[in-house]
């Protein structure tokens, strides 16, 4: 599945309230506020690896990073950016230096590459909460974007998965919750979590 197909399948179950005048604007700090519960969704599993000692549930950080990806999707959606480049640039997002050198290797790179996200995602949240001049928020917000990307790319691959997995098995998972294939308000807070939970197993072995 290409970013761009992903992005049309998913942003049909987008909630679209007159909040407003500028709709843009609106979806933009849909996306950022949803980054930034997702990115704390991911820091919560690496701190439960490392410090609790807990094995990776890897079906649920497919599915952290496929919510992730859905936010991700619905800023450059309301930046009017194009999906593909963004997927494919090559950023060295890589440290080697350990941030805990006695943890296990994979866990404490998966904790490095959520820091690197949060990072990210924190100044876009300072930035749009200074109202930052839109065009400079545009160029840099392409650039973080990016680097969030890569960042997940480097995280998934800590536990052998891939962003198509997570954009495989998020699509499943939104088609299970909403029954028209669009966003319900009673469907989403009401939600049949065995069915979205099956529906996600399924997808994560399509390729």
């Given amino acids: 599945m290409t970013p761009t197909e992903c992005l049309r399948l998913a942003l049909r179950t987008e909630s679209k309230p007159p909040l407003s005048s500028d709709p843009d ?6 996306a950022l506020t949803g980054m930034g519960t997702e990115v704390g969704e991911m820091l919560d599993a690496c701190k439960k690896v490392i410090w609790y000692e807990h094995p990776m549930n890897v079906q649920n950080l497919v599915e952290e990073s496929g919510d992730l990806l859905w936010y991700i999707g ?6 009017h950016l194009d999906p593909e480049p ?5 950023i060295d997002v890589q440290d080697t230096r350990p941030l805990l050198d006695r943890a296990d290797p994979d866990a404490d790179r998966a904790l490095r590459h959520a820091f690197q996200i949060h ?4 100044w ?13 928020f545009l160029f840099t917000a392409t650039l973080r974007i990016s680097a969030i990307v890569q960042n997940l790319k480097g995280l998934l691959l800590r536990y052998e998965r891939t962003l198509d997995d997570a954009m495989n098995a998020n699509i499943p998972k939104l088609e299970a919750r909403y029954t028209k294939q669009q966003f319900d ?3 989403a807070l009401s939600r ?3 069915r979205e939970a099956v529906a996600l197993a399924e997808g994560m072995l399509l390729k």
């Fill in 86 to 90: 963004l997927f494919a640039a090559q």
């Fill in 25 to 30: 604007d609106a979806r933009i700090l849909h």
């Fill in 74 to 79: 619905l800023l450059i959606d309301a930046l």
């Fill in 185 to 187: 308000r009673v469907q």
């Fill in 124 to 136: 876009l949240l300072h930035a749009k909460g200074k109202d930052a001049v839109k065009e400079a």
């Fill in 119 to 122: 990072q990210h995602v924190s």
């Fill in 192 to 194: 049949d979590l065995d």
